[in-house]
């Protein structure tokens, strides 16, 4: 079974460009989640899909970060513009719904530079 | 105060030893707790995840649950080199809450 895709796995960016990341979950997978990975410290979630629907966005820094899941399946998240310390990496997960929603599968991340 | 407490470590062990990670935690209503390995430059991988309070073995994985102290513990026995990761806790209140991380403990076992 393949696992989370995430794209791509590097970026180094300068502040004030923007940037996006891409996320195929597993196939079936009902809900993504986008987590911000700061260097140190666990991971944040910044947005969670239901299919096409948002769940919870409460720590999604809503006047430079968005994020889509068209049609239920790939994602994409987008920072514009980029500061200083949206250095981190961006790690995206699927999981089943119901009682399953518990097991998530997480990609490899993308890790963002800022400079 | 945050919610989830971790220690960041490093924890360093011999092989063969019991490695012993915990986390307390704040939220009384936190009611699925989860255990992940997370090795550099990869993303988290789940190792154990357990409902309420109570104790769960998977192989050389044990996790623990005490929801009147608030607090998780997972135990890995027979620690291998290959068990050098960060690990991180995780939980939430309900299937549709919001998982919580600890910052995650990095273990080293050294040979």
């Known amino acids: 079974e393949a696992g989370v895709a995430q794209s791509p796995r590097y970026k180094i960016i300068e502040k004030r460009q923007s940037v996006a990341f891409w996320c195929n979950p597993i196939s079936g997978h009902a809900t993504l989640y986008w987590y911000q990975q700061i260097l140190g410290q666990g991971p944040k979630l910044l947005i969670q899909f239901q299919n096409n629907g948002v769940v919870d966005d409460s720590q999604l820094p809503k006047d430079r970060f968005s994020a889509e899941r068209l049609k239920g399946v790939d994602s994409t998240l987008k920072i514009q513009p980029a500061k200083l310390e949206d250095s981190a990496v961006y790690l995206c997960a699927s999981s089943l719904a119901g009682a399953s929603q518990n097991i998530q599968y997480f990609g490899a991340g993308t890790r963002l530079s800022v400079l | 105060q945050k919610e989830v407490e971790q220690d960041p470590g490093p924890l360093s062990v011999p092989e063969g030893a019991i490695v012993s990670l915990n986390c307390t935690y704040s939220n009384s209503a936190f009611q699925y707790f989860m255990w992940y390995r997370q090795y550099s430059r990869k993303g988290p991988e789940l190792l154990m995840y357990?409902?309420?309070?109570g104790n769960k073995e998977d192989g050389r994985f044990t996790a623990q649950v005490d929801k009147s102290s608030k607090y998780i513990s997972l135990f890995i026995r027979d620690s291998q080199p290959s068990d050098s990761a960060t690990y991180l806790c995780a939980m939430r209140t309900d299937s549709w809450g919001k998982f919580q991380f600890g910052a995650g403990t990095q273990v080293v076992v050294t040979p």
């Open positions: 357990t409902y309420s309070s």
